[in-house]
């Protein structure tokens, strides 16, 4: 069975810092992968998917990066984070064939 | 952009009672999805309808979707405090690859 992993669950981190959040997807090949960002109480927001190895579509201009050095891994990525940039985010993938969406548990980040 | 809109933004009602959350979207869909969330966790996929589809039922839950009036109601009968939960509407956007999503309704079930 298909199982999705997101780490890590919570993390605090200064402004100005880097920050890396890891994606990887098990029991499956070549998912699509995603990376949404939601704030307090408001829907998700598509920030960055990818439908193949080195293959990044970016949604939303911005300070973070992401990276599929993988076929099942998918990176989350920022040099330098701004207070903005607080939220909990959210990976998941489907197939391609497929419409439904598996989401992974969830980082929430908190810049101060 | 998000294209559906979750009505109402919030909804709380007894145990045992039911819940109705609307969604209206703006373009032309091939299907529409309904999917919940518990606090500070992700998203769990609830059903899929098809824009042929005019209604789904899945144990409690019973889905119905207008393509002519461009909206979807979701139902959960003899609802319980483990429904406590917002709930989301996606549409498949202009590709393959994407979900367009509603903010959410926040459901709570009082005891």
């Known amino acids: 069975s298909q199982t999705i992993h997101q780490w890590p669950a919570t993390l605090v981190q200064p402004v100005g810092s880097p920050l890396s959040l890891e994606c990887t997807v098990e029991g499956t090949s070549n998912p699509n992968l995603y990376w949404y960002r939601q704030a307090a109480g408001r829907g998700l927001q598509l920030l960055f998917y990818?439908?193949?190895?080195?293959?990044i579509s970016s949604e939303v201009p911005q300070n973070l990066s992401a990276s599929r050095p993988q076929d099942r891994q998918f990176i989350l990525s920022s040099k330098k984070l701004l207070l903005s940039d607080s939220g909990f985010y959210l990976c998941?993938?489907?197939?391609?064939?497929?419409?439904?969406?598996?989401f992974g548990s969830g980082t929430q980040l908190s810049v101060l | 952009s998000q294209q559906g809109e979750e009505d109402p933004q919030a909804l709380s009602i007894q145990e045992g009672e039911n819940a109705t959350m609307n969604c209206s979207y703006k373009?032309?869909?091939?299907?529409l999805q309904w999917y919940r969330q518990n606090s500070g966790r992700g998203l769990v996929h609830l059903i899929l309808i098809r824009s042929n589809e005019r209604e789904k039922h899945s144990g409690r839950l019973r889905v119905t979707l207008d393509t002519s009036k461009k909206s979807s109601s979701l139902l959960i009968t003899a609802s319980r405090a483990a429904d406590t939960a917002s709930y989301f509407c996606?549409?498949?956007?202009?590709?393959?690859?994407?979900?367009?999503w509603g903010a959410g309704t926040k459901l709570i079930i009082k005891p």
């Open positions: 373009t032309s869909i091939n299907n």
């Open positions: 990818s439908v193949g190895i080195g293959q």
């Open positions: 996606a549409t498949d956007g202009w590709n393959n690859y994407q979900l367009i």
């Open positions: 998941a993938w489907k197939a391609p064939q497929n419409e439904k969406l598996f």
